[in-house]
């Protein structure tokens, strides 16, 4: 009585074993699929982010409008590398840019290898340095493009959206994408710390 009553238990507890290591195998998968998940959505925010990057630079780029009448001395333009700040705009963009196009192959690991830390670790960093001179670009045009809208009368600064409208137009849609693009890059951020967390 006492042997069918050992080899019993020894039948329980390898049953118990089995189903223990099948749960735990089928929340690694789900755990593995999760992050696959959101690696996905960090490659995908990337394409939009390149793209919104790449309208604003090429937009600022060519913001550039002359009046139809002139004098002898003068000629009426508005171009964005008459101002410094503009200038830097178009840079930081395109530095921003060219960042996120060489981010696509360390976001396209994290998909393939769901569980690897470092990628996401160097994208968290990176991206947070980045974030700082997006918000510094377009915080800068946005001060531009509001002065250029409404003028200061307290340093006689006047508006100039009145005659160059097409210019003030062009300049006001790059800052838009610009913020889009930052939105973006706050959205990557807390992604891949969330991801991290879950490590």
């Known amino acids: 009585m006492m042997k069918s009553h050992s080899s019993i238990n020894v039948a329980e507890s390898s049953g118990v074993e089995k189903g223990k290591g099948s749960l735990i195998a089928t929340s690694r998968e789900q755990k593995k699929g999760f992050k696959k998940g959101l690696g996905i959505l ?8 390149i793209i919104s990057t790449i ?3 090429a937009t600022m780029g060519t913001s550039d409008e002359t009046l139809p009448f002139f004098s002898q001395f003068f000629q ?3 171009s ?3 101002l410094p700040t503009l200038m830097f705009f178009v840079i930081a963009m395109a530095l921003v840019g060219a960042y996120l196009v060489l981010s696509l192959p360390f976001s396209l690991v994290t998909i393939v290898r769901p569980h690897a830390v470092a990628p996401r670790l160097l994208l968290f960093i990176l991206d947070t340095v980045v974030l700082t001179l997006a918000t510094a670009a377009g915080a800068a045009a946005a001060a531009i493009v509001y002065l250029a809208q409404n003028g200061n009368p307290n340093t006689n600064w006047l508006s100039i959206c009145d005659q160059f409208g097409d210019f003030c137009q062009g300049v006001s849609g790059a800052v838009v994408a610009s913020f889009f693009t930052v939105v973006v890059l706050m959205s990557l951020i807390l992604l891949s710390a969330f991801a991290l967390k879950k490590h």
């Open 80 to 82: 964005y590398d008459d």
């Open 42 to 49: 960090d490659f995908l925010l990337r394409l939009g982010a």
């Open 76 to 78: 009426f333009e508005a």
């Open 55 to 57: 309208a604003a630079a």
